[in-house]
């Protein structure tokens, strides 16, 4: 029988790793997702876990490389601005081929920026974040229920394919309660023979790495790791689709604004609007083919982003000029409203 | 009978340190240590960036390379991962562990983590050519202070040891140097001590080891020994900053 | 009679060992290059030698066993 508990999401992210197997967690306070290293703080010491805040962003995906280059499952969160301080560890994990997760609750930027949500760090999480050629496996969650089991599913997909996950949340997605089920079946983390966990005088020792300064080795490894990654693309895509099957108008959102977007999607439809909504759940890999199958049909698409335009990069990608794109925004910390996406699904049905 | 030989837990290949460069003494001090102390199975050491980034090739326990300044951090992770059975030591350059990273020394100080850090203070940036360090003495002519460190421009060296033992975090805290027969003996019992103090669940302990850089400091492998104990010395006296269990016993 | 074996491949040449024999047994060759392209230690008067591992203590590259 599913037991049903009603939280807020970002106590659901924590609780969700823990389920994950998760007993190591780094963090350092910033609104809007410091809930998460509250709940830690609360629940590691009465599991034998370790929760740690630290004194930087900067440390905590250091300690989250330690525990990671150890073989152990792990995590750290932030949003915004801190996800910047760990824009170099993260791409250290990725060079070191370590499996670790983080979750970016985001608030509106750039600088300081506000503590409202937002979905600003799209291209930081997607297109790499820190320097070097890599990729994050990134999940964004549309429900809260989704910031659990997206959140399990990260710790999966990093220990399968030895790189780090993201969870791309937002500030109204971390704060907002709704009820969630917590009856994951957990894939185990598998063996690590190549952790850094001591030798046991067993094996020649362990080296965990992401410095190569001969050029043709550090490419061979850049290659070998794209092949990872392009089995990620093939394997791991996942989106939802609402109302494609006969759609002339599609929209496209994740996240929170996919919320509103289906709500918007609902009153057209209601108005005899023949509009379709692909909300991707994965960002990267982005899901490109369903957009590809749509432009055959449909004659306009929107993207409605908590941004200036950052994922209607790869929508447009994905068209392939096949049919025109445009953005429905709001910025700052500002969420679009039913209306305003509503009149953007009329303007375009009318043939404007 | 065999008086010396290269310790186990040193790999048995050519450091790429320049000639004279007292990395590698300190490299053989902390094996000779491993060894003694029957630890390398569960010993994980943590690399620099710097002269001693490749410190991981030099090791025969498992070994991680961290990003610039942060081998505390990621030495807290591992010892937090399984803290009765990891060893866990960092291998810091000045300006790792003095400029960039410190933030993570001294938390990691505060929080008196159970690791062991091994610190080379040669007051110079060796791996990029001889920049100044946090560490360059008043005066000192570098890369970056072609006129002699100007305190009133760049301020005043960082004396870690001193620092540190302002917190009451820290177990143990000595300076020590390499630049002769007796001192290298005495450079060992310390290291020897930050090992066994964290075997003993103790805590915090660094032991800063004041080197050379005849390279970039522009002298003969000899004179640079001298060096240290001219200049570097009255700058940086040797001795124990904090001892917490000994002041106990006392 | 003590015994000194060098690793004379991976020696650098920096002389911290001569310096510090008490009993002047190690010189550099005058006229060898190593691998390396350094000139090597060489036991000159290894007779001499008493076995004290100075040479081996100070050595930064750890090519020198002593035996006694």
């Given at each position: 029988m599913a037991n049903k508990v009603l939280m807020k999401g970002n106590e659901a992210i924590a609780e969700a790793a823990i389920k994950a197997g998760c007993m190591h967690y780094f963090g350092y306070p910033i609104t809007p997702q410091t809930e998460i290293a509250a709940y830690m703080a609360k629940r590691m010491p009465k599991i034998g876990g370790t929760f740690l805040q630290a004194e930087s962003e900067i440390a905590a995906i250091n300690m989250v490389y330690g525990v990671s280059a150890a073989g152990y499952r792990v995590m750290t969160s932030s949003s915004s601005p801190g996800i910047s301080l760990k824009s170099e560890g993260i791409s250290y994990l990725a060079g070191a081929d370590l499996p670790a997760v983080i979750i970016n609750v985001q608030r509106g930027g750039p600088g300081l920026g506000g503590i409202q949500p937002s979905q600003s760090d799209y291209f930081q999480a997607t297109k790499g974040g820190g320097h070097g050629d890599f990729h994050l496996i990134v999940l964004a969650p549309g429900n809260v229920q989704e910031m659990a089991s997206l959140t399990v599913k990260a710790f999966e997909l990093a220990d399968k394919y030895r790189m780090p996950a993201m969870i791309l949340a937002d500030g109204t997605m971390g704060q907002m309660m709704e009820p969630v089920e917590f009856d994951f079946d957990v894939t185990p983390a598998p063996e690590k023979p190549w952790a850094t966990n001591g030798t046991k005088m067993q094996r020649k020792h362990n080296i965990v790495n992401s410095l190569s300064l001969v050029p043709e080795e550090l490419e061979k490894f850049n290659f070998e790791r794209f092949e990872r990654y392009a089995q990620v693309e093939e394997n791991e895509v996942m989106y939802d689709e609402y109302l494609c099957d006969d759609a002339e108008i599609l929209v496209t959102a994740y996240g929170i604004a996919s919320r509103v977007t289906k709500n918007a999607v609902d009153e057209a439809r209601k108005k005899g609007i023949k509009v379709g909504l692909i909300r991707p759940i994965t960002v990267w890999p982005f899901p490109k083919k369903p957009f590809a199958k749509m432009a055959e049909k449909v004659k306009h698409v929107i993207c409605v982003e908590l941004s200036m335009g950052q994922m209607i990069e790869d929508v447009k990608l994905a068209v392939e000029c096949k049919v025109p794109v445009t953005l429905c925004n709001r910025s700052g910390g500002m969420i679009p409203s039913t209306e305003q996406i509503l009149a953007e699904i009329e303007k375009y049905a009318k043939g404007e | 009978m065999v008086v010396f030989d290269k310790p186990k837990s040193l790999a048995d290949i050519s450091m790429h340190y320049c000639p004279g460069c007292t990395h590698g003494i300190v490299h053989r001090l902390v094996a000779e240590v491993i060894d003694e102390l029957g630890i390398e199975g569960r010993t994980i050491g943590i690399a620099p960036v710097g002269c001693s980034v490749m410190a991981y090739n030099y090791f025969n326990c498992d070994m991680i390379e961290a990003a610039h300044g942060r081998a505390p951090a990621v030495a807290t992770g591992v010892k937090r991962a399984n803290p009765d059975e990891h060893i866990v030591f960092t291998y810091q350059g000045d300006g790792d562990l003095a400029s960039i990273g410190m933030a993570e020394t001294v938390h990691s100080a505060a929080r008196n983590e159970n690791i062991t850090i091994i610190f080379i203070n040669n007051a110079i940036y060796g791996m990029t050519g001889g920049q100044m360090a946090p560490t360059s003495l008043p005066g000192q002519v570098t890369q970056t202070s072609p006129?002699?460190?100007?305190v009133n421009a760049c301020g005043f060296p960082v004396r870690v040891c001193e620092m540190l033992a302002t917190l009451d975090g820290p177990e143990y805290l000595e300076r020590v140097t390499v630049n002769s027969v007796k001192a290298i003996k005495n450079a060992k019992k310390a290291i020897k001590k930050a090992f066994q103090n964290q075997i003993d669940k103790k805590g915090f302990s660094l032991v800063e080891v004041l080197s050379t850089c005849p390279t970039n400091w522009g002298m003969t492998p000899k004179d640079a020994l001298k060096w240290v104990d001219e200049k570097m010395i009255p700058y940086y006296p040797l001795g124990v900053y904090k001892d917490r269990s000994a002041k106990e016993d006392k | 009679m003590a015994k000194l074996t060098i690793n004379v491949d991976n020696?650098?040449?920096?002389?911290l060992c001569v310096d510090v024999c008490p009993k002047k047994v190690l010189e550099l060759s005058p006229n060898k290059i190593n691998k390396k392209g350094h000139k090597p230690v060489e036991a000159?008067?290894?007779?001499?030698?008493?076995?004290?591992?100075f040479c081996a203590t100070m050595c930064p590259d750890c090519i020198i066993k002593v035996e006694r």
């Open positions: - | 006129y002699g460190r100007d | 020696c650098k040449g920096c002389g000159v008067r290894e007779a001499d030698c008493i076995g004290c591992a």
